[in-house]
């Protein structure tokens, strides 16, 4: 039985945001005391529930404190636990945890509440995959207890560096496990203090969390959610607002000219894709599907659309991602770069031979016509006309839908979609497995390959991880030949902040570093 050496492992992947603190701004009457710090971003997370989320963004990570965590070099650190110890093959590991944490509810952060938080995790979390399959988990003593996996689940250790892994104290909860956004109760750097449905999510500074010397650097903090872009630039522009995230690609260079805010760019690990329900019968012929691939032009999406803030990407992994191969991204960019002519002609060989007089290809005396869902993001409203158009070319006419994307995150899973225009993002290859192509795991793409799904099953338990990158790219070399959805570009992660002695996003991650920021007084 050997120790592990924390902080060995290295993940090739690049994310995120470094930004230099500003100066001033007068505030207005409406932002606050000098002490708040306000956050302007486009959506608002359907929970602050780890454990019921369908997905994580900078308004709810914050309650979070996880077992392992990235340092600014991509190494897996300790962050609630001093060190692991693997077991005999791997399929058991013993967690030591640190002394003296605690949940924002003043209760300890012990090994029977983390085994607690795991069963309800295991038992009812949208993404309960990010586990692994586990057999048991056992309390060795007041900080010390063991996962045993009914087989070795190699993702698991950077997956524990994300909130979706991280314990919650479910001392909070009712008898039916429910309760926590009335009492939600974490143990991470933000306490949240006030839930405004529709508008804000308000939260203070944990006093117990391990900040920097001198303590916290702000009073509170609230998460405003401005779906509308220019009211969003319009309230940093007046000062409502301190840390603009997302910062709507029109107004970067506006921004640019006003030397008290800095604009940083960095690029992302969130893949868009063009996807759609690949059990419907019009996605059924693969020559549908790379016809659909081949009239895409991402570079037109890209400048028409993003100010050319974003990378093309044709492979089925971004870049930041470990499991990446450039062997792959070349093969799909060779295969999948814009031909409309060859588009048509595999159009044609699928059955769809003539056009109406609108120019929409006809099979059986039907129409090439669905419909494509994409959220409220006006960004991604603008790619979708673009891709509207694109497909038009080659006789599939699309109908744009805009979806609020907690009805996109709800339904999609259940097939109620067509076609949709989404993004994932996440540090390994194994997302391949438990969110996009996975045997009953694919919740947008519903794609279903047996093959492919024994090649992901065999990645997720291979210990080597020479022998993890080869199973990977075999899947993928399959992936690009079946074209099951486009990938398309990673848009450039872009802020604008101003009001701060110091402010630091994590160079891997992505998120603010809570510990790190101090309001200028």
């Known amino acids: 039985m050997g120790r592990k050496r924390l902080g060995f492992i290295s993940l090739f992947m690049v994310l995120a945001l470094v930004l230099s603190g500003c100066n001033w701004w007068k505030q207005s009457d409406s932002k606050g005391g000098s002490g708040e710090v306000v956050v302007g971003l486009v959506s608002e997370p359907d929970s602050v529930d780890i454990h019921r989320t369908s997905s994580t963004g900078e308004a709810n990570t914050p309650l979070y404190d996880t077992l392992l965590k990235l340092d600014d070099e991509g190494n897996i650190v300790p962050s609630l636990i001093t ?25 300890p952060v012990n090994a029977e509440a983390v085994k607690l938080s795991f069963e309800r995790l295991v038992e009812s979390s949208p993404f309960s995959t990010n586990a692994g399959d586990i057999d048991s988990i056992d309390v060795l003593s007041e900080h010390s207890f063991k996962i045993t996996w009914k087989n070795q689940f190699a993702p698991f250790f950077i997956n524990a560096t994300t909130s979706f892994l991280a314990p919650i104290d479910v001392s909070v909860l009712d008898e039916k496990g429910e309760g926590f956004e009335k009492n939600p109760s974490g143990s991470g750097p933000l306490k949240l203090s006030k839930i405004n449905r529709g508008d804000s999510l308000v939260y203070e500074p944990y006093k117990d969390f391990d900040w920097n010397d001198g303590g916290p650097g702000f009073d509170s903090v609230k998460f405003r959610f401005i779906p509308d ?3 969003r630039i319009l309230e940093f522009k007046k000062g409502n607002v301190d840390v603009l995230l997302n910062v709507p690609y029109q107004y970067i260079e506006d921004l640019e000219k006003d030397s008290e805010v800095t604009i940083e760019r960095v690029p992302g690990d969130v893949l868009s894709y063009l996807g759609w329900n690949n059990k419907l019968p019009i996605f059924q012929d693969k020559k549908v599907r790379q016809a659909i691939a081949m009239a895409i032009d991402r570079d037109s999406i890209i400048d028409n659309t993003l100010n050319g803030e974003a990378k093309a990407v044709f492979g089925p992994l971004p870049k930041a991602a470990f499991g990446y191969s450039e062997k792959i991204e070349t093969m799909a960019h060779e295969k999948y770069t814009r031909d409309t002519e060859q588009a048509k002609k595999l159009l044609a060989e699928a059955g769809w031979k003539e056009t109406n007089k609108d120019g929409v290809a006809m099979k059986d005396g039907k129409p090439f016509a669905v419909d494509l869902w994409v959220d409220d993001d006006p960004a991604n409203q603008r790619a979708a006309q673009v891709i509207q158009n694109q497909l038009m070319e080659i006789g599939i006419k699309i109908n744009i839908s805009v979806k609020e994307s907690a009805t996109i995150i709800e339904q999609t899973p259940k097939g109620a979609h067509q076609m949709l225009l989404w993004s994932f993002g996440w540090p390994d290859a194994d997302v391949l497995n438990f969110l996009l192509f996975g045997k009953e795991k694919s919740k947008r793409l519903h794609y279903e390959n047996e093959e492919i799904y024994s090649i992901l099953d065999k990645a997720a338990i291979e210990m080597d991880q020479d022998a993890r990158l080869k199973l990977y790219e075999e899947a993928m070399e399959m992936l690009v030949e079946e074209s099951p959805f486009v990938p398309l570009y990673v848009k450039e992660n872009i802020t604008a902040v101003r009001n701060f002695e110091s402010f630091k996003i994590h160079p891997i991650e992505g998120t603010i570093q809570w510990q790190d920021v101090k309001v200028k007084e």
């Open 83 to 107: 060190d692991y110890e693997i077991v005999g093959d791997g399929k058991e590991v013993i967690f030591n945890l640190k002394e003296g944490e605690k949940f924002h509810s003043g209760k």
């Open 229 to 231: 872009e220019e009211t």
